[in-house]
């Protein structure tokens, strides 16, 4: 029988169970000795060095393409192309994508352990489905300037893209551009005002985060969604604390020209609020063992607080009492975090006895 390989932290993780387990008699030494037999520590984690190497590829590859752009004679080879009709290039786009989507489907099922590369293929393909949809906007474009039609109509083909392909990566692109034609809506309905119902744009995006995270409580548990939930409530934390981190900054201010004027501590309660939030989803994923909410929550306090500090006090405040200060709140935290844990290990201990 193969071996399972971990890594080092998921097999202290198992070792401390299987001793647990052993030790409450709920295994006796051969079956623990068995169990221990079973896995083994990973070396070298080579499918992370694919996976940066991919991206570092494709990475360079845009520079490349940006570089050849810049070149004189791909310049004057553009120009003579300009006149192209714009419905063509949709068309020629359109065409890309799909060879691209069944070139990646067609290596997922014959080579399934490149998932990189496979990928990477599917990832060129998002990309030449937006240029089809952004060519073919421009071919009915009448002027009115609502192109947050053509984010949501790439929210739709997205999302069934992903759905039909089964892909998480074609899902990250639908999010997106769901987020973008959130943002880009919003402006066209107030024609591009610096407020929409009194809200500059982080304080929008805010609100579609929270909208974005109940939906995935909402969606928990269906089966339909499983796939893509984990994903959604990720990127959906990302709009909200991403948004927040802004908006403790800038405040509900539209316009840096008047952002410049006032003065930062007049902004004081909106990293008040944004700190309130965080504490807020790490003690929520502290109690319900929600990790995605423990990690934003203390990561994002820890950015809001040191946020604060540049701000405020790096020029008039002792670092060796501000540091002091960081030291004794998170000594706090990860006291109530300890307490929280010790009361989860008894009840588990007294649900074991039990039985």
């Excluded at 193969?2 to 080092?8: E, G, Q, S, V, Y």
């Excluded at 421009?138 to 892909?167: C, P």
């Excluded at 548990?221 to 959604?232: H, P, R």
């Excluded at 423990?294 to 790096?314: A, D, V």
Aim: positive net charge; aromatic residues 18%; contains cysteine.
């Amino acid at each position: 029988m193969a071996k399972l390989n971990i890594d080092r932290q998921e097999s202290e993780f198992l070792n401390d169970t299987i001793s647990h387990w052993e030790k409450n008699h709920l295994l006796d030494a051969a079956q623990a000795e068995k169990l221990r037999n079973s896995y083994e520590v990973k070396g070298f984690d080579w499918m992370r060095l694919a996976k940066y190497s991919i991206w570092v590829a494709l990475f360079c590859g845009a520079i490349a393409i940006g570089s050849l752009i810049v070149d004189d004679a791909v310049i004057n080879w553009i120009k003579n192309l300009y006149d192209t009709p714009d419905i063509v290039i949709s068309i020629l786009s359109g065409v890309a994508a799909a060879v691209l989507f069944y070139l990646g489907r067609r290596r997922e099922r014959l080579y399934p352990e490149k998932i990189f590369s496979n990928e990477a293929t599917i990832f060129l393909g998002v990309f030449c489905t937006a240029s089809c949809i952004a060519y073919l906007g421009k071919t009915f474009d009448n002027g009115s300037g609502h192109y947050s039609i053509l984010f949501l109509i790439s929210v739709f083909v997205y999302g069934v893209l992903a759905y039909r392909m089964n892909s998480r990566l074609i899902w990250l692109f639908a999010l997106v551009s769901l987020g973008s034609w959130f943002g880009t809506e919003t402006g066209y309905q107030t024609n591009w005002a610096l407020y929409f119902l009194g809200m500059n744009y982080p304080l929008r995006f805010v609100l579609f985060g929270l909208l974005l995270v109940g939906a995935c409580h909402l969606l928990k548990g269906k089966k339909w969604f499983a796939y893509y939930w984990e994903l959604t409530y990720v990127v959906g934390m990302l709009y909200l604390f991403m948004s927040l981190w802004l908006l403790s900054i800038f405040g509900n201010y539209g316009s840096l020209d008047v952002w410049w004027q006032i003065k930062q501590i007049s902004l004081f309660y909106w990293g008040i609020i944004s700190g309130v939030v965080a504490g807020a989803f790490l003690l929520y994923g502290l109690k319900y063992k929600d990790v995605i909410a423990r990690e934003f929550g203390i990561t994002f306090l820890i950015i809001f607080l040191y946020t604060k500090y540049f701000e405020y006090f790096w020029d008039h405040t002792n670092k060796t009492l501000f540091f002091s200060i960081l030291a004794l709140s998170f000594w706090l935290i990860g006291r109530k975090a300890e307490k929280i844990w010790n009361i989860n290990v008894k009840a588990t201990q007294a649900a074991d006895s039990e039985a």
